[in-house]
């Protein structure tokens, strides 16, 4: 078995040669990866304008005290009038400023008396007045390449008038189960040695959130033609397979003879010295990647979101969201193998500074998945690491 740090080393350096594109609709934008710069086409605003509800004026003309109101500008005005020096120009938010002024003062700060306003508290020169400008200026790229469209981004295309965007197509993620023990959803218990799938619903949820197209193929019985049957089926259809159980070295787990043998896939790796995991493996054919998990519940979720999400992202020219981050230990911390370790722990964020522990968290085998729900992240610690004292800064996986 190899070190974590290896195999996540050879993890990154696996390519997608060839990334999928395709033009999509703003709206149905969230959630992809943009496969273009968007770039300015324009000054925003293009015209100096208003930003509250207030009198345009000239800044040196407050010292006056009183103006006289010239006219009305409402938003929308395509007429932009030329601003009478001793004078103001009523101005709605919106509104493009009036030739000459420099300076609009809300009307929180004036009394209207009749056709005048009287100055109560001045402001300062260029208040509340939008530039050229101000939002972007034309040839700007306002949004890179490679990131994830969320509401923001697509109000900024909105405001290009950009309606479709080239982004880069989701992979398309099949998932399977494997073991002759397994239940699938709404199935008959008729054995105590019989347990309900929970593994492939779980990834399949996973692929869904971070960026990926999840293909469900259900549960798939332990033999080899079985499951040499389901996984090419798999391969044939999606960009990557991920199955979960039969890849340990028992008398049943056939899920690695059949990606060597019979998809003729590379493995790249197998075996990690990781808690929770070991038997994870990692294959590649052409563009294509096979992704084998452990039975266990929580180790198969754990395994999951280090060697699947990376895969996801790369097929979308970018990175996994997932980062490592400085927490403190409210409780001791036990480490309990010479193995990178993941473990499931409570996060919070208090003044500016987070803080871990372990309420509620079971301290058992790696099918305890009930210990991924709430706030949860993972602790991490290496090889080499040792138990910690609370107090003591650890480093975390934040979900």
């Known amino acids: 078995m190899i070190h974590f740090d290896e195999s996540m080393r050879l993890l990154n350096e696996l390519e997608v040669k060839n990334k999928k594109i395709q033009r999509v609709y703003i709206a149905n934008a969230l959630g992809f990866v943009l496969a273009e710069d968007i770039v300015a086409s324009h000054n925003s605003p293009e015209y100096p304008t208003s930003a509250m509800d207030g009198y ?7 010292a006056m005290g009183r103006l006289p109101i010239a006219s009305v500008n409402p938003a929308g005005n395509e007429s932009v009038e030329e601003l009478v020096a001793g004078s103001c120009i009523k101005t709605f938010t919106g509104s493009l400023m009036p030739r000459g002024a420099d300076t609009l003062i809300p009307i929180e700060n004036v009394t209207v008396d009749g056709n005048e306003i009287v100055i109560n508290q001045e402001v300062e020169k ?24 969320d509401f923001s981004t697509i109000g900024v295309l909105a405001s290009l008038n950009i309606v479709h965007i080239t982004v880069y197509k989701k992979p398309t993620v099949a998932v399977i189960s494997t073991g002759s023990e397994l239940l699938d959803l709404g199935e008959t218990q008729t054995s105590s040695s019989q347990i309900r799938s929970s593994n492939n619903y779980t990834i399949e949820a996973i692929v869904k959130k971070y960026g990926g197209e999840a293909v469900q193929m259900g549960c798939v019985k332990d033999d080899f033609e079985s499951i040499t ?7 044939s259809q999606s960009d990557i397979v991920v199955t979960t159980g039969g ?12 990606v060597a043998k019979e998809l003729g896939a590379t493995v790249v790796f197998k075996g990690v010295r990781i808690k929770p995991g070991q038997h994870i493996l990692v294959a590649q054919k052409d563009d ?3 992704v084998s998990l452990p039975g266990f519940a929580y180790s198969s979720t754990v395994t999951a979101l280090l060697y699947v999400l990376p895969l996801i992202y790369k097929f979308q020219n970018s990175n996994s969201p997932l980062e490592y981050i400085k927490a403190t230990l409210k409780q001791d911390f036990t480490k309990r193998a010479k193995k990178a370790e993941f473990t499931a722990c409570n996060l919070s964020l208090q003044d500016g500074r987070y803080y871990v522990d372990f309420d509620g968290k079971k301290v058992g085998t790696s099918a305890i998945m009930t210990n991924m729900l709430g706030d949860v992240s993972l602790v991490y610690t290496s090889e080499d690491d040792t138990s910690k004292k609370a107090g003591e800064d650890i480093m975390v996986l934040k979900l």
């Open 229 to 235: 049957k389901a996984l090419s089926q798999a391969l």
């Open 247 to 258: 890849v340990s070295v028992g008398d049943y787990d056939f899920v690695k003879d059949v």
């Open 288 to 290: 294509k990647f096979i």
């Open 56 to 62: 345009a004026l000239r800044f040196e003309d407050q």
């Open 126 to 149: 260029g208040f509340s007045v939008r530039d050229i400008g101000e939002n972007y200026a034309k040839g700007d790229v306002l949004i890179k390449a490679g990131t994830t469209i």
